[in-house]
């Protein structure tokens, strides 16, 4: 092994999941970072003017200016994406990428990790064959993006990492790391819980804290890369970002027991029928994709990799971790 630093570039640097992934590799080794980013003043996490870390300030769909800098990095951790717009999708979610790679350097380049998402598999880690015709934007251009890099040359270097459910940062938006998601409506959430409590669901599904995506991807992108060892899978390695599933039942019981409230015993079973029935009584908009989850229900997949499988420690291996992480009232 060379006694040069890494080159690490991560784009999407200034997200939740790329400032946990940026912190943890400038405090627990030396490499050199390439945070590329569009607003400089969303970077709270590692201090820019610190000798190890560029900034590559500007869009991803843009990739000229930075060519030199991608050309020198050894590994990327590509967590940039976009959603909402399709056009904007398009461009960034699978043209953008391509535009990255090329302006790589292979002599130089050992690893690419690139951020997708767990939504676009079946069980088995295969792509789910409604991902294309149901999908939103988003899950469009993943899946697309993914047929596209199993085809691509550098294919053997690359793993492509699908995040479950992501928790992060704090509810009240304090901290050093920006909030995720899904952590922003824990306490939108725990409003609903007097309502969410009569209700039952049959369904289930995986999670991940954003520290602990952080703590897979610091340890690929330090250990030397292999080519794909996944039994059933193609040129890519496909790891899926995950705790062990919980079901949504469990879950609204565990938030009421961490807010001090009651779970009663019994409850309205959400059955298919009766979702569609509230879906038209109520006017809910639902598209295509959303219609394909609540048939599915279960999105669950095997094998998983939390840190554990590496070896490593999780930060938030349960739900109530998560919530003390989060912030979330613990009521006495």
Same mark, same amino acid.
């Given at each position: ?9 991560? @784009? &999407? ?29 969303? #970077? ?5 003017? %610190? +000798? ?21 990095? @050894? ?11 399709? =056009?904007? $999708? ?12 090329? $302006? @790589? ?27 294309? +015709?149901?999908? @939103? ?9 993914? =047929?596209?890099?199993?085809?691509? +040359? ?10 479950? #459910? ?28 007097? #309502? ?14 954003? $520290? ?21 899978? &193609? ?5 899926? #970002? ?11 019981? /565990? ?5 001090? &409230? ?8 959400? /059955? ?17 994709? %959303? ?14 990799? +939390? ?12 739900? =109530?971790?998560?919530?003390? %992480? ?7």
């Amino acid at each position: 092994m060379s006694s040069t630093p890494a080159r690490i570039l991560i @784009t &999407g640097a200034s997200g939740c999941v790329g400032q946990h992934i940026a912190d943890l590799l400038y405090r627990e080794t030396d490499a050199e970072l390439l945070l590329w980013l569009r607003d400089p003043s969303k #970077l709270t996490a590692v201090p820019a003017a %610190d +000798p190890r870390i560029t900034l590559l300030v500007g869009d991803l769909r843009d990739a000229e200016p930075h060519r030199a800098q991608i050309a020198s990095a @050894t590994r990327i951790i590509h967590t940039a994406t976009a959603w909402g717009d399709p =056009e904007r $999708a398009q461009q960034v979610n699978v043209v953008a990428v391509k535009q990255m790679l090329a $302006a @790589t350097n292979p002599e130089v380049l050992e690893q690419v990790v690139y951020f997708s998402t767990a939504s676009i598999l079946n069980k088995d880690l295969q792509l789910l064959p409604e991902a294309m +015709p149901y999908g @939103t934007e988003y899950i469009q251009t993943k899946a697309q993006c993914l =047929e596209q890099l199993e085809q691509h +040359p550098l294919a053997q270097r690359i793993v492509a990492v699908f995040p479950t #459910l992501v928790f992060g940062g704090r509810v009240d938006g304090s901290g050093v790391f920006p909030t995720s998601y899904l952590t922003a409506g824990l306490k939108e959430g725990a409003r609903w819980l007097w #309502l969410a409590k009569w209700l039952r669901a049959e369904a289930s599904f995986h999670f991940i804290h954003a $520290a602990d995506i952080a703590r897979v991807c610091a340890h690929l992108a330090t250990n030397p890369h292999q080519a794909n060892p996944e039994a059933g899978q &193609g040129a890519v390695r496909r790891l899926v #970002l995950g705790q062990p599933s919980v079901t949504v039942n469990e879950t609204v019981k /565990r938030l009421c027991r961490w807010r001090r &409230g009651w779970y009663p015993p019994i409850g309205l079973d959400l /059955r298919g029928w009766l979702i569609e029935g509230l879906i038209k009584l109520l006017r809910i908009e639902v598209n295509a994709w %959303d219609r394909f989850s609540i048939r599915q229900r279960h999105f669950v997949h095997d094998p998983i990799s +939390p840190p554990e499988r590496f070896g490593l420690v999780s930060h938030a291996p349960t739900l =109530e971790a998560v919530f003390e %992480d989060a912030g979330l009232k613990h009521r006495g």
